[in-house]
């Protein structure tokens, strides 16, 4: 298959999808495509298994690149990979076994949602986002919702379970606005480089700085909590 191709097959499950990232992992020696004489890539099933592999374990379970070469290079000698390799969807961890990096992607790509789509797809009320809004936690852009919007009431609409509400998260969006502020300088350089495979760098960057931010908050509530749990 050639490259466009490919990219026609993996859009149906992954439609955020691009060739900049498909070369961005070759660029990584994730997946290795036979070149023609002429120089086009060939993909062929087992590349694009590969490929599925690759993609459903950052998208599910939140694993840095450096992580699924070795889950791939276990496979490629015919070992099962650590942790039994990549589920239909990742299970709950202790702190120390959190994802190192991950793609924090949702499966929804460049969404535009309405209110009622955020609403029942994060199954909270239209007063609990209205909440988010009045916090700073969402924002609609030109009238409709992004797939991160989306991803914060799930996670939201999940701690109201525990009695927890919008207004006790007001000092997230400060917390997050401050990381923003430290991560744009790591970024910024990566992100001034030209061509599309530095762009795919500078988004894989991000992410592993999401994905250590997460392990330093949990291990920190954890901490902080030791006592009362008696541990």
């Given amino acids: 298959m050639s490259i466009g191709e490919v990219l026609a097959h993996l859009r149906a499950d992954f439609p955020d999808m691009t060739i900049s990232k498909l070369r961005f992992l070759e660029s990584e020696g994730l997946v290795e495509p036979e070149r023609t004489a002429s120089g086009y890539r060939k993909y062929s099933w087992d590349d694009v ?12 379970h939140y694993l840095p690149l450096r992580v699924i070469r070795e889950h791939l290079a276990s496979m490629d000698e015919g070992r099962m990979p650590p942790g039994g390799g ?28 309405s209110r009622a789509e955020v609403a029942d797809r994060a199954q909270i009320s239209d007063a609990q986002l209205r909440d988010l809004e009045q916090y700073g936690l969402v924002a609609a852009r030109s009238g409709y919702y992004d797939a991160d919007a989306l991803e914060i009431a799930k996670v939201v609409g999940q701690l109201a379970r525990f009695g927890v509400e919008p207004r ?9 606005d401050r990381e923003i502020g430290l991560f744009e300088q790591v970024v910024a350089p990566l992100a001034r480089q030209r061509g599309p495979e530095a762009h795919a760098r500078a988004a894989e960057t991000v992410r592993e700085l999401a994905a250590l931010s997460l392990r330093l908050h949990a291990a920190l509530v954890q901490a902080g909590l030791r006592d009362q749990l008696g541990r």
């Fill in 49 to 60: 298994a590969r490929l599925t592999y690759i993609l459903t374990a950052q998208r599910d």
């Fill in 86 to 113: 990549v589920s239909a969807r990742p299970p709950l961890v202790a702190v120390d076994e959190l994802p190192t990096a991950g793609d924090f992607d949702t499966g929804y790509g460049d969404a535009r949602l």
């Fill in 168 to 176: 006790h998260l007001r000092a997230y969006r400060s917390a997050a």
